[in-house]
């Protein structure tokens, strides 16, 4: 039997500004593009403030000074602004990651990949979500408001600091590959998430649910944590 190819080497694409919804447009579009077989990393940070709805995800409620709109991948509600990193990461079909029936299975590399990222840097109490979803909108009514916004739950391969959620993790698939966004704040100010959502009767839950980076370790740049995530992820 002859040998696996090796993985082609991975596109390195830097880091993007714009508005979330031309950022978020590009992700398709990287998406689209990996039928050339090459794996892509894609860092981005809006220059606006908007609500980003997971896939099928039902309207929000107007925010002031936010734009409202839908991501290709799924999950809950996530704030995009200047507070959150994000991290497109971009597989074709072939690649190893994707081996398998299991669609969870892809976490467990990308979440690998942050939590060591993360210990090195000098975070506490690094742990990866192995399990179920900690809550989902057709779980028990308590859990509801919860499952709403990303960073209030666990999901697979998802990272969190002292029990709180620190790395959020959703993905899209095609034929041609897979989609997988990554976020981490750097401070967890979820009210415009509350009020958007609507889901204030939660609000205390949701607030001790998450936590920033800069929260938990003090200020750090997007370039260092860009540099330790990418150099784990392409090893």
């Given at each position: 039997?002859?040998?696996?190819?090796?993985?082609?080497?991975?596109?390195l694409l830097?880091?993007?500004r714009g508005a979330a919804a031309d950022l978020l447009a590009r992700s398709v579009e990287l998406l689209d593009e990996v039928v050339d077989g090459r794996p892509r990393l894609r860092w981005y940070v809006p220059v606006d403030r908007a609500v980003v709805l997971g896939r099928g995800q039902r309207d929000a409620k107007p925010v002031e000074g936010h734009e409202v709109v839908q991501r290709p991948s799924g999950g809950g509600a996530v704030l995009m602004d200047?507070?959150?990193?994000?991290?497109?990461?971009?597989?074709?079909?072939?690649?190893?990651?994707?081996?398998?029936?299991?669609?969870?299975?892809?976490?467990?590399?990308?979440?690998?990949?942050?939590?060591?990222a993360l210990t090195a840097l000098g975070?506490?109490?690094v742990a990866i979500h192995s399990g179920p979803p900690t809550a989902t909108r057709l779980g028990p009514e308590a859990q509801r408001p919860l499952a709403e916004i990303c960073y209030a739950s666990l999901g697979r391969g998802e990272v969190s600091a002292g029990g709180r959620k620190l790395?959020?993790?959703?993905?899209?698939?095609?034929?041609?590959?897979?989609?997988?966004?990554?976020?981490?704040?750097?401070?967890?100010?979820?009210?415009?998430?509350?009020?958007?959502?609507?889901?204030?009767?939660?609000?205390?839950?949701?607030?001790?649910?998450?936590?920033?980076?800069?929260?938990?370790?003090?200020?750090?740049?997007?370039?260092?944590?860009?540099?330790?995530v990418q150099r784990r992820l392409t090893a």
């Open positions: 039997m002859a040998p696996a190819q090796a993985p082609a080497p991975w596109l830097g880091t993007e200047d507070n959150l990193l994000s991290l497109d990461v971009v597989l074709p079909a072939d690649h190893p990651w994707l081996e398998g029936d299991d669609l969870g299975t892809v976490f467990d590399p990308i979440g690998q990949a942050w939590a060591d975070v506490e109490d790395v959020g993790l959703s993905q899209r698939r095609r034929r041609q590959g897979a989609l997988i966004q990554c976020g981490i704040h750097h401070e967890w100010a979820p009210d415009a998430l509350v009020q958007a959502l609507d889901v204030g009767a939660a609000r205390d839950a949701i607030e001790a649910a998450a936590t920033g980076l800069d929260d938990v370790l003090g200020p750090i740049s997007d370039t260092v944590v860009a540099r330790e």
